[in-house]
């Protein structure tokens, strides 16, 4: 006899692709209108879902999770980061959390590199200028930025992403230098010619460019806090394309604004979508709506994983990519 198909809740509009083979394989609730979903709307949804397509715009917390129905099961993220998640509840009701984690990497490596490059080089502001129609055209000394080839990039946090940074910034000529929990493998050291900091305050005062790729987790909240900033140089970049809250966003601005950092890249904020005011009126900023996966190949290779997860789950096996909260 056909198994009975699961009942998964979609909270946004997926990739078309995604979402056909979705409504193939299961009995699919989707949002086509794509409006992010109330408290009340995904309160709903874990009340009758036998699984759970959530994605950043999603606060899946523990009051959330307390109204769950029997069914839910399964939370199938369409993302990697899961700190919109409870895990500690999630894991208290036995409801199992998966992510996507890998198809992401290396486009979101790309645009950290854009954004290394983009703000010494001062490439948003010069687009500006054009458009401003306030351009006199070449000159010796107009506009100025700073050379990459030569600098020292320190990178937080050296999981997947961190190590596809530092591939790249290696090819321009970059020095790498990274801190993480645990320091990596000799072989993958060498090959990617990285330091190793074991003292964060350390290699953040000899840094020329920062840039961070750690999950945000109570630990890493404001990991790049007040203090830590201040042991920063006055000509270095801060880089985030990893979420907002590891930073803290109004010392950042605050420092910026004074000159007491060079510049900042930012393609996620500790409010999304807020942003602080102060950073929009800074020059020596170049700001991105969280675009760092941003590509249809990505969105479809984590759709797909989304999709896999939940078939080897309602098949009865262990889905491939298991969040458990002690991973984090
Ligand atoms: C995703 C991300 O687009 O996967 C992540 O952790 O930050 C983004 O690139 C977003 O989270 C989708 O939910």
């Known amino acids: 006899m056909p198994q ?13 692709v995604i979402e056909t083979r979705m409504m193939e394989l299961f009995d699919t609730r989707l949002n086509l209108d794509d409006k992010a979903m109330s408290k009340a709307e995904l309160i709903e949804a874990v009340k009758t879902a036998d699984v759970l397509v959530p994605t950043i715009t999603d606060r899946i917390d523990s009051s959330v999770l307390a109204q769950a129905g029997p069914n839910l099961k399964l939370i199938a993220n ?10 500690a509840s999630a894991r208290q009701r036995s409801v199992t959390v998966t992510n996507t984690p890998g198809v992401l990497t290396e486009d979101t490596a790309d645009m950290t590199m854009a954004l290394i490059l983009a703000v010494p080089r001062r490439l948003a502001e ?28 320190g990178i937080i946090g050296m999981g997947r992403i961190g190590q596809a940074v530092a591939r790249r910034a290696k090819a321009f000529g970059m020095s790498i230098h990274y801190h993480n929990r645990k320091r990596l493998h000799p072989e993958v050291e060498a090959e990617l010619e990285a330091t190793y900091w074991e003292s964060l305050d350390q290699m953040l005062a000899r840094m020329d460019v920062v840039t961070v790729h750690c999950p945000h ?10 203090r830590r900033l201040a042991l920063l140089q006055p000509h270095a970049y801060v880089i985030n394309t990893s979420r907002g809250e590891i930073v803290d966003e ?3 601005t605050r420092m910026l604004g004074r000159g007491e950092l060079a510049g900042a890249g930012l393609d996620v904020f500790e409010h999304e979508p807020s942003v602080n005011p102060k950073l929009l009126g800074l020059d020596n900023v170049v700001l991105l709506p969280h675009l760092g996966s941003a590509t249809i190949e990505g969105r479809i290779d984590m759709g797909e994983k989304v999709i896999i997860n939940i078939k080897t789950f309602a098949d009865g096996h262990n889905p491939p990519d298991r969040v458990l909260a002690s991973m984090l």
Do not use: C, Q, Y
């Open 217 to 226: 987790t109570p630990a890493t909240f404001h990991l790049l806090s007040a």
């Open 78 to 87: 369409f993302g990697t980061g899961v700190d919109h998640i409870d895990l």
């Open 4 to 16: 009975k198909k699961p009942l998964v809740v979609v909270t946004r509009k997926l990739p078309d």
């Open 126 to 153: 010069g687009e500006r200028l054009l458009r401003s129609e306030k351009w006199n055209g070449w000159s010796p000394t107009h506009m100025l930025g700073h050379r990459i080839w030569g600098k020292r990039l």
């Open 250 to 252: 109004n010392a950042l």
